[in-house]
């Protein structure tokens, strides 16, 4: 198997700097971006030549396209792009600012959006490629507290499964990555938080209470199902890593179904004629 050039974003931790270093180790060369570029260096100092370090903020359109195009210059081509940047937010629908709900949205879906229209080109005139979209169990079901985020990977999953279909015919393969619990800092100083109104500190209990009961995934465990699925000659449109995640995505899935089947008949109705 020829080695492969990857684009990864969000480098400097968490499942980014996982798969940047399990990509090089294998041989294959990486374009490691993050904000803070020297988070990176220790990258270099391990790897060389095989990786080319960039400061990048995914939500600079411009930024993404300059990035993307001295990736491809550096390298020759792009085979794997992998959309990782994003970060969570915490706060109920009522509670959340104007300017939380546009950074995350920025962040998380437009990022992702930014980096792939400009390494679309590049897949298209090589016939072959594949784009990773790191959505979430988030992107699957939803739970309170959590109303923004969501909607960023919900988008980002509507957006990405249309692209899927656009980009067949060119020998593009679209994934999304869709992780459950894991003990990354995704909770932590990567996250952001709203101004608490205590009408729903019970609801936040609740929660609390559920995630206290769920066993984290090792993040380290991602790499070789990530190498996996870009290896694949026919890889999937979606997959959940983890194993609570796909329970949650059944239930959600049959609680829709079994809604729909109980309203049918108002669907029914209001088709007229």
Do not use: C
């Not at 009522?94 to 930014?114: P, S």
């Not at 060119?170 to 909770?187: Q, R």
């Not at 890593?241 to 179904?257: E, I, K, N, Q, V």
């Amino acid at each position: 198997m020829s080695s492969k050039i990857w684009f990864i974003t969000g480098t400097s931790r968490g499942f980014g700097r996982i798969w940047t270093e399990a990509a090089l180790r294998r041989g294959d060369k990486v374009v490691a971006t993050a904000r803070d570029v020297s988070a990176l260096a220790p990258l270099v100092d391990s790897f060389g030549e095989s990786v080319l370090p960039l400061a990048l903020d995914v939500t600079h359109r411009d930024e993404v396209f300059a990035a993307v195009d001295r990736a491809h210059g550096h390298f020759g081509r792009i085979d794997v792009v992998v959309n990782n940047a994003g970060y969570g937010l915490f706060g109920a629908v009522e509670e959340v600012t104007e300017q939380q709900v546009r950074a995350q949205l920025e962040t998380n879906f437009f990022g992702a959006l930014w980096v792939t229209q400009a390494a679309l080109p590049y897949l298209r005139a090589q016939r072959v490629g594949h784009i990773v979209q790191v959505s979430s169990i988030g992107g699957v079901i939803t739970i309170p507290n959590l109303g923004a985020y969501h909607a960023s990977k919900w988008a980002l999953e509507g957006l990405s499964e249309s692209l899927s279909q656009e980009v067949a015919g060119f020998g593009i393969n679209v994934t999304l990555v869709e992780p459950g619990g894991y003990e990354t800092d995704w909770g932590g100083s990567s996250a952001a938080s709203a101004e608490t109104l205590p009408v729903y500190d019970d609801v936040r209990s609740e929660i609390a209470k559920m995630w206290a009961g769920l066993p984290q995934g090792d993040p380290e465990a991602t790499a070789p199902a990530i190498l996996k699925i870009v290896d694949a000659e026919e890889p999937p449109l979606r997959v959940i890593l983890g194993t609570t995640p796909l329970d949650f995505a059944r239930d959600s899935y049959h609680r829709r179904l079994a809604t729909w089947d109980e309203w049918s008949e108002v669907s029914r109705a209001a088709q007229g004629g």
